[in-house]
């Protein structure tokens, strides 16, 4: 059974930085992309970033581009978020999530709480 | 704003059939596959339709998915009262090189 759980997430001040984990199981992981989508308050789905299977491609959404960057570490069947330069409108839920291409997410984390807050 | 379409609202009494539309362009609709998501209220999104009109492994018959041109659609027939979520279509957009969501749609069972 695939299983994604995430951790890391808390509440942090503006400009501050957050790193958020996602470990995996139940799949094998170098066979597949990743991705992390976040979910404001009340608000839509939105993908943030993804990651190819060895890590040698990663795509940004404009909007965390220069301040987020998105690693893996397969020996650990690990995703990371590094988040710096954290700004209020990033607050949200980030759920990792298993990418089937095409924006396809078939497999999701039950998602950390992230919150940017003066 | 969100680069898909979709209503805010739909509502249905059970046992009924609904609709919810999915409005997007060339770039992305017009040219990739559809997927859609059903997210129950506190929990993660769940993967409903993919390519169109695929349905995951266990998920119910009684939801179908179809596309035409830049537009799609999901539609959930025999509505039951644990149908009531918010659902999510999502496309890849070449212009913008990623995926990307629709505003979502409440679904409220009457």
């Known amino acids: 059974e695939v299983h994604l759980v995430e951790s890391g997430g808390g509440l942090v001040q503006p400009g501050g930085s957050l790193r958020l984990s996602c470990a995996a199981s139940?799949?094998?992981?170098?066979?597949?992309?990743m991705s992390w989508v976040r979910q404001a308050p009340g608000r839509g789905l939105e993908w943030v970033a993804n990651?190819?299977?060895?890590?040698?491609?990663?795509y940004y959404v404009d909007s965390v581009k220069g301040r987020f960057t998105i690693s893996r570490d397969n020996a650990k069947n690990s995703l990371y978020l590094q988040m710096n330069s954290l700004r209020v409108d990033d607050t949200a839920v980030y759920y990792c999530?298993?990418?089937?291409?095409?924006?396809?997410?078939?497999?999701w984390g039950q998602g950390a709480l992230v919150a940017v807050s003066p | 704003q969100s680069v898909l379409t979709q209503p805010p609202s739909v509502s249905g009494a059970p046992r009924q059939r609904v609709t919810i539309s999915c409005s997007g362009s060339?770039?992305?609709?017009?040219?990739?596959?559809v997927n859609w998501y059903q997210q129950l209220p506190g929990k993660p999104p769940n993967l409903l339709i993919y390519?169109?009109?695929l349905l995951p492994s266990g998920v119910s018959d009684r939801f179908s998915g179809s596309k035409s041109g830049t537009s799609a659609s999901l539609a959930i027939s025999g509505l039951q009262s644990e149908d009531e979520a918010d659902y999510y279509c999502?496309?890849?957009?070449?212009?913008?090189?990623?995926?990307?969501f629709g505003g979502g749609t409440k679904l409220t069972v009457l």
């Open positions: 999530s298993r990418d089937g291409s095409s924006a396809s997410f078939d497999f």
């Open positions: 139940g799949f094998t992981f170098t066979s597949y992309w």
């Open positions: 990651i190819k299977q060895d890590g040698s491609e990663k």
């Open positions: 060339s770039s992305n609709i017009g040219n990739n596959a």
């Open positions: 390519y169109n009109d």
């Open positions: 999502a496309a890849w957009d070449d212009s913008l090189d990623g995926p990307v």
